[in-house]
């Protein structure tokens, strides 16, 4: 089945203590991206990837690092989390240069306090 | 700057034809997409538009006017199902990376 995982799906941790959410796709997509939604505010880019070993800053990559090592798996890492980082992630994946349609994996509920 | 601007909520009653409208500023646009999202879901991707028109799907039908940096969305006979978020996004060329913009949604209400 094609699909986007990530994990985990829920978080909570304290302030300044480094995390990673996983991100991983089995449809060999080039282009990976992640997202936080918070309310009133949709989403939000935070990083994204072309392919391997390209990435690049979203609207809101403060706080945030992200890898690009093999397609299939992007990586998010908050090397010190603060409470304003706590929000709803979305990893998503699509086909690359040509393609609009994103397919966006369940999401991580992270709460920092 | 990037923005993109649509209702945040809108009611209407099942059977019925409703239209999420989203207005957009952006630069080196590429093109205007809709997503779906249930409480408690992932977005997931309705529609596209990348030239002006009306481009349909089923119930769903999604429209582009270029000029006036205009879209929307349009459900027909809606379904309780169909109560969701709908979110509309424009994808941004800029140094030859793409950016992903999406407007805040709209919370789409169907009423028996």
């Known amino acids: 089945e094609a699909q986007v995982t990530q994990n985990p799906r829920y978080l909570i941790t304290v302030t300044g203590k480094k995390l990673t959410v996983t991100c991983s796709q089995n449809?060999?997509?080039?282009?990976m991206s992640w997202y936080r939604q918070d309310p009133g505010l949709g989403l939000r880019q935070i990083y994204y990837?072309?392919?391997?070993?390209?990435?690049d800053k979203g609207d809101v990559p403060e706080g945030y690092k992200v890898s690009r090592k093999e397609k299939r798996n992007f990586p998010l890492i908050l090397e010190s989390p603060s409470p304003n980082q706590t929000s709803l992630y979305f990893c998503?994946?699509?086909?690359?240069?040509?393609?609009?349609?994103?397919?966006f994996g369940p999401g991580t509920r992270l709460t920092v306090t | 700057g990037q923005s993109l601007e649509q209702p945040s909520e809108v009611t209407a009653v099942e059977g019925a034809i409703v239209q999420i409208n989203c207005t957009y500023q952006t630069s080196g646009f590429y093109g205007l997409s809709w997503y779906q999202q249930h409480d408690g879901g992932a977005p997931t991707f309705l529609s596209y538009n990348a030239l002006d028109g009306l481009e349909e799907t089923g119930r769903f039908s999604s429209f582009l006017s270029r000029s006036d940096s205009y879209g929307y969305l349009l459900l027909q006979e809606l379904q309780m199902k169909d109560s969701a978020s709908y979110f509309c996004a424009v994808r941004d060329r800029e140094y030859n990376f793409n950016k992903f913009y999406f407007g805040s949604g709209t919370k789409l209400n169907v009423k028996p």
């Open positions: 998503a994946s699509s086909t690359g240069l040509a393609s609009y349609e994103q397919y």
């Open positions: 990837s072309m392919n391997v070993e390209v990435t």
């Open positions: 449809m060999n997509h080039e282009y």
